[in-house]
């Protein structure tokens, strides 16, 4: 599976953002699909995870009421729609498909290259 992360970008505090992220070489559909983020020397860190069919989801509690994660198995891709944005959420934002819903890097086989967020207060 080959992810392509797009959408990142430099905006203001409490502006919105929207990634996609693009899967081929499989259907996603097969795969749990997940965001992290990395903020400069910091370790990678869990922001959400969609099932398979998109009915169970799960979110890091520092971005739950802000960002949402959905996808679109008929497109293979996976969304990640960020609004409030606050400058902690500056990091660079991976997708990640895995076989079982987790939290932990180690869980997701698969990884986009990244897409950079910064957020200016």
């Known amino acids: 599976v080959q992810l392509q992360a797009s959408g990142g970008g430099s905006v203001q505090a409490g502006d919105s953002l929207s990634l996609s992220c693009t899967a081929s070489?499989?259907?996603?559909?097969?795969?749990?699909m997940g965001w992290f983020r990395q903020a400069p020397g910091k370790e990678r860190e869990f922001v959400a995870f969609?099932?398979?069919?998109?009915?169970?989801?799960a979110r890091v509690a520092s971005v739950k009421g802000r960002f949402s994660i959905s996808r679109d198995n008929a497109r293979n891709t996976v969304y990640l729609q960020m609004h409030s944005l606050k400058p902690e959420d500056t990091a660079v934002y991976y997708c990640a498909a895995g076989s079982r819903y987790s939290t932990a890097t180690m869980a997701y086989e698969y990884w986009g290259q990244g897409t950079q967020v910064t957020v200016s207060s």
């Open positions: 969609t099932s398979q069919s998109g009915g169970n989801t």
């Open positions: 070489g499989r259907p996603s559909s097969s795969e749990v």
